[in-house]
């Protein structure tokens, strides 16, 4: 058995590779798999949005476990902007350097406990059955004062976690998969493609 995760995006298949290759289980990104689908996210939610995309690739794919996750960043000074939006925000091919400066700008002079964020990540699965299910985590944080750090993608420079005192650009993948929206729902989803292999589903 094989899992297919939709994703084109390298940076969530190392998440994924490291977090999932615990099964043993051959994990393709769509590309492995051969699929070149334009599937639209235009759902109104990070769930639908998850469910739409392993649903595109439930419908061309027999005998494969596919795996589909949405997410993104949820600023509540922005009214929870850019959410469903994240990747969209200012234009998909606008750098992460000028979005982030973007919503330092937006954020300047704005207190630190109305700086609050969250990353958050849904993932949806679908047994070769048809059995589907969709778990959210999330990780709580501040947008920061200033990019910080290289690790990771997308917003993590800007995405400060008080708890370890940085941001999650500063963080290693490892530390940061153990916190973090994906590394938490990877986990889950992880747990129930083992109870479901162990016949428990
Ligand atoms: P998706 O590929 O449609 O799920 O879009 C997710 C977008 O949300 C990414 O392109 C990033 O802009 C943002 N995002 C999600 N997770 C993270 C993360 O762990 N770090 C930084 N940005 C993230």
Known sequence: MKIVFATGNEGKMKEVRMIMGELGMEILSMKEAGL???IEENGATFEENAMIK???????MDDVIVLADDSGLEIDYLNKEPGVHSSRYMGETTSYDIKNQHILDLLKGVEEQ???????????VIFPDGEKKVVRETIEGQIGYESKGSNGFGYDPIFYVP????????????QKNKISHRGK????????ICN??????
């Open 36 to 38: 070149q689908l334009a």
């Open 163 to 174: 708890e370890f005192g940085c941001t999650t650009a500063e963080l290693s993948l490892e």
């Open 196 to 201: 479901s292999l162990a016949g428990q589903k």
């Open 54 to 60: 392993a649903q595109a690739i439930a419908d061309v």
């Open 185 to 192: 729902a990877l986990e889950r989803i992880k747990t129930i």
């Open 114 to 124: 109305k700086r609050t964020a969250r990353f958050v990540c849904t993932i949806a």
